[in-house]
């Protein structure tokens, strides 16, 4: 869009023609219209200007100057000449993007006969509704700016005639956009076109003259401009007592500028950037936007597409092809509807907010962290992105807003977190095994020969290790010296001299030695498992508060008939592959209940909180 000048006078004087010498005529003129461009930045938190960010409208605006014209008119001592002395100027818009075209009259002049007899009317109008940037910068303004010295153009009337065509332009909301703007845009042009001016050539008193405006808005990177014209408004005065030529007084300026915000659905930070937290698909889907037919909230428009496009809003949230499908269709419908990526991805976000999908994917890493996910889980999460419906630009969007959502670097540190506790629980669940394996036998010989190599002492003596009871009176010492089987009776023939009585080392008595407990070997330590009656098994997990440092704890039961009724825990530290300390505890230590109903799976063990009532 360029200007169409081929010359141009310090003033465009478009007057009607020099009345009597005597008779004092008024007339309104404009200047060559002035280009101010203003700065475009890119939102905080972006690197660049994209036509998705923002929405744009046209807005054309009245200053006035110096003295009004209620106190120059009256003023004047001669009356004006008799007939009318009209001047209006007319902008034509047109979008061809969004099939968009209509008319408004930037001001109109129209004086009579008497001194004050005449109309000045230069209201702010808004030209176009909001259209994303990436349409708005496509919008056309010619301007046509007419003058006539007696009746043979209806100045008044033709403005008359514009203004209620294009009552429409001064219409706000995304709701004006694409679609629905395609389903009016023929009644609008209807209506420009009948408001059109039937233009009289044969009046010599008649003058016009038409030009196109440059483009609304320039942008690339991180640079941009918005062009705000400005044409420079006076008043001509002839004849009367300046019987030398005229006198010209500047009135004011005649702006058309636009106006740009970065949403019309969200409250926006002191950065200028969206807020999108805090809100939910129901607030937002009740938002009221403006059309043809008036009110309508922004549900009912969605209700309103194509059935083929049309989004399901109220779907089983537990299928994830089902919820992932409309959600793409609902992006569609949103963003033909013109509205741009921040308004765009809160209402994704806030759809999908009901899917258990959807949580998992943008799991908080906190949450990841304390319940210990593994690897694999991680990577069924994040195998459910909602790729068909979402790009890595429309998450990063919504982490902008300050919405909870997870990044591609994001899942990437989730990752590398959860390879690192599975390292620290690989050495666990190796201890783990093994010892459900030696737990689960039946044989003491089989068991003794499991748990030799499984032992180490922290002096590195082997099969032997450090055990401690905090569990309570079962009988331990019994355990670990079990009665001696009396040999088989031998008959006369072969009977030998009775041998002495061996000497049986006295019971180790662990009261003595409260905390510390005694090292006992792979076969006392069997002894002691199968004396316990051992029935159900937990998992292993890091003891609470012990995470990393080499010391689990698992449950289990007893069955009947055994020296312990109630069941209990097992803590074991381990180090280089060995067991060095076991000790039976109480389900309570270290607050080991209170931690299995906070956290009921860590490291891949899952204890359910029900299982520790067959404890008590």
């Given amino acids: 869009m360029s200007f169409h000048h081929s010359s141009y006078r310090h003033l465009s004087l478009l007057a009607a023609a020099l009345l009597t010498a005597c008779a004092e005529t008024r007339q309104i003129a404009i200047d060559r219209p002035e280009m101010t461009p203003q700065p475009l930045q890119p939102l905080a938190g972006f690197q660049a200007i994209d036509g998705d960010d923002y929405y744009v409208r046209l807005v054309s605006e009245f200053s006035a100057q110096g003295d009004n014209f209620l106190k120059g008119g009256c003023s004047d001592l001669a009356p004006y000449q008799k007939g009318d002395l009209s001047a209006a100027l007319v902008y034509r818009v047109r979008n061809d993007v969004v099939k968009f ?98 233009q009289n050539q044969s009046s010599a008193k008649q003058s016009s003259e038409s030009h196109s405006l440059p483009a609304l808005a320039a942008y690339s990177g991180k640079t941009g401009k918005l062009n705000q014209t400005v044409f420079k408004v006076f008043q001509v005065d002839e004849g009367g007592l300046n019987l030398l030529g005229a006198e010209t007084k500047p009135l004011g300026e005649l702006k058309i500028y636009p106006e740009i915000v970065p949403t ?238 061996p000497v049986v080392p006295a019971a180790p008595s662990l009261s003595t030695i409260p905390g510390e407990g005694i090292q006992v070997s792979a076969k006392q330590l069997a002894e002691v498992f199968l004396g316990l009656k051992i029935g159900e098994l937990s998992c292993a997990r890091p003891a609470p508060g012990q995470q990393g440092k080499g010391i689990g704890i698992l449950l289990f039961t007893t069955k009947e008939g055994g020296p312990w009724a109630k069941g209990g825990a097992l803590e074991f530290e381990f180090a280089d592959g060995k067991v060095n300390r076991l000790a039976f505890q109480l389900p309570t230590y270290r607050d080991f209940e209170q931690d299995i109903a906070d956290r009921p799976e860590v490291g891949g063990c899952r204890i359910d909180p029900a299982w520790l009532a067959k404890l008590h």
Wanted: contains cysteine.
């Fill in 264 to 501: 019309l659905l969200l409250r926006t930070g002191s950065d200028g950037v969206p807020d999108a937290h805090d809100l939910s698909f129901e607030e937002l889907s009740h938002s009221t936007i403006k059309s043809a037919g008036g009110d309508i909230k922004l549900e009912q428009l969605i209700a309103q597409s194509p059935p083929l496009d049309r989004p399901n809003l109220k779907l089983d949230w537990k299928n994830y092809a089902d919820v992932e499908t409309n959600c793409r269709k609902l992006k569609l419908t949103l963003k033909a509807l013109g509205f741009n990526k921040f308004d765009r991805n809160a209402l994704l976000y806030y759809f999908l907010a009901n899917s258990g999908d959807w949580k998992n994917y943008n799991i908080d890493r906190r949450r990841a962290t304390d319940n210990d996910m593994r690897p694999k889980t991680i990577a069924a999460y994040r195998d459910k992105n909602f790729g068909a419906c979402l790009a890595e630009d429309d998450y990063a969007v919504m982490k902008v807003m300050g919405l909870a959502v997870n990044t591609p670097a994001d899942w990437d540190q989730l990752g590398a977190t959860s390879r690192q506790q599975e390292q620290l629980f690989s050495p666990l669940q190796s201890i783990e095994r093994q010892l459900l394996a030696v737990l689960r036998n039946t044989s003491a010989a089989e068991m003794e020969r499991q748990l030799y190599p499984l032992l180490m002492t922290a002096d590195k003596a082997n099969g032997k290790v450090l055990l401690q009871n905090h569990l309570g009176d079962f009988g331990l010492e019994k355990l670990l010296n079990p009665p001696a089987v009396p040999a088989a009776p031998q008959s006369a023939d072969t009977a030998l001299p009775p041998a002495p009585a």
């Fill in 101 to 198: 075209q209509g008319e408004a009259s930037g001001f109109l002049y129209q004086a009579t006969t008497g001194k004050c007899n005449f109309r000045f009317d230069a209201k702010k109008l808004t030209l176009t509704p909001w259209l994303r940037l990436d349409n708005g910068r496509e919008t056309q303004v010619d301007y046509d700016f007419y003058t006539n010295a007696n009746s043979d153009l209806d100045v008044s009337s033709l403005v008359g005639d514009v203004n209620a065509a294009s009552g429409i332009l001064a219409m706000t909301g995304a709701g004006l956009g694409v679609a629905v703007m395609g389903q009016l845009a023929g009644q609008w042009m209807q209506s420009s076109q009948q408001a059109a001016p039937a």
